[in-house]
C-alpha cells in the first residue's frame, strides 16, 4: 500500500488550491476507509484533514 499512499501524498500537495475530497482519495488508493486512514496516520503522523491544514497554512505562509 506504501505506493499508493505516496501517490495519494502527492496528489494532495500537487493539489492544494483545490477542493481535495477524502472519498476520491481513498478510491484512489483503493483501500477500505478504515485502512486508507490508519496508513494516512502512520505515513504522515497526523489524520488527511490536519495534514491537508498544515500543507496548506505552510504553502501561505512561505508565500507571504
Known sequence: YSDSMDKC???INDNLANEISIPELIKMCAMSKTAFYQLF???TG??????VFEISAEGILTKA
Open 46 to 51: 497526523m489524520p488527511v484533514k490536519k495534514y
Open 9 to 11: 501524498i502527492e496528489f
Open 41 to 43: 496516520l502512520q505515513t
